[in-house]
């Protein structure tokens, strides 16, 4: 494939999809949009998330972009299929592919999933499992507060630990031997996870397996050829998108630009 890649999050949880595509496709240019005024998505009614999704979509089509990827859970779980509708260009989501490593790497059938509010109740992980076939039990739990911890830098607090365990014991009790990470921003907190549920449970970052399924669908064209640029444009708090954006990101992020693709 040519052309620029368009990724668009609500925020600066979808950073840690472009660090994966850097690593992968390292001669990609990227166009990145992050909805900083208007996050959380996760609490948001599916109406509203769709509208935003669909304009973070026009934003990106203006910047010619050749394929947009929906970086953010709660947006793949609910505006997916209508963005799909819409528009012409191909267009990935992070859900099916998180969804798909998780039923290879299970042994007993038993995955959790973690997410917003939004995206567990819109059962988007569930209709990917039950088109496989039907045999897998999903346990579902929506996180909400891993969302503010990740942005405050509280990776492994005593505090944070006390709420990932509130929140995922349960599901290890449940018997899971996989846990789909189903949202942006959880893959930061994977070693409080880990120390929370043991070495026993498998963990899927669905940012992770979306890019993986973009790098193996891009030509070899863009493989290991360094210099792909990043561009970065938010709708508020430029500064706290570099703050923040370097624990994702897991390198400065120079320079970022405010847009208000509504009003243009
Ligand atoms: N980006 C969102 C997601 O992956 C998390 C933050 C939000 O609620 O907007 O679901």
Redesign the pocket.
């Known amino acids: 494939m040519k052309g620029t890649i368009g990724v668009f ?3 600066l ?2 950073l840690t999809v472009v660090r994966h595509l850097r690593r992968l496709l390292p001669g990609a240019d990227i166009v990145y949009f992050g909805d900083t005024a208007r ?5 948001k009614s599916p109406e509203t998330v769709i509208r935003f999704s669909r304009e973070n979509c026009e934003f990106l089509l203006s910047h010619n972009v050749a394929m947009i990827i929906v970086a ?3 947006s793949s779980a609910i505006a997916l299929d209508t963005l799909r509708r819409e528009y012409k260009i191909q267009i990935h989501g992070v859900v099916a592919p998180g969804a798909r490593r998780a039923a290879d790497l299970t042994r007993n059938r038993m995955i959790g999933v973690i ?2 509010h939004a ?1 567990i109740r819109s059962r988007a992980y569930d209709r990917e499992f039950a088109k496989m076939g039907g045999s897998i039990k999903v346990v579902s739990r929506a996180c909400p507060l891993f ?1 503010p911890l990740a942005e405050e830098g509280w990776l492994d607090r005593p505090a944070t630990v006390e709420i990932a365990r509130e929140y995922l014991l349960p599901l290890k009790e449940e018997g899971i031997d996989v846990l789909v990470l189903g ?3 959880y893959p930061i907190l994977t070693q409080t996870v880990r120390r929370v549920l043991g070495e026993g449970i498998s963990l899927v970052d669905s940012g992770l397996s979306c890019a993986e399924a973009v790098r193996d669908q891009i030509g070899d064209g863009e493989r290991g050829v360094e210099g792909g640029r990043v561009r970065y444009f938010v709708t508020d708090m430029p500064e706290r998108f570099k703050e923040i954006g370097r624990i994702f990101m897991g390198e400065e992020i120079a320079e970022v630009s405010v847009v208000h693709p509504r009003a243009g």
């Open positions: 999050d609500s925020g949880g979808g996050l959380p998505y996760g609490s953010c859970n709660t997410g917003t995206t969302v949202c942006t921003h």
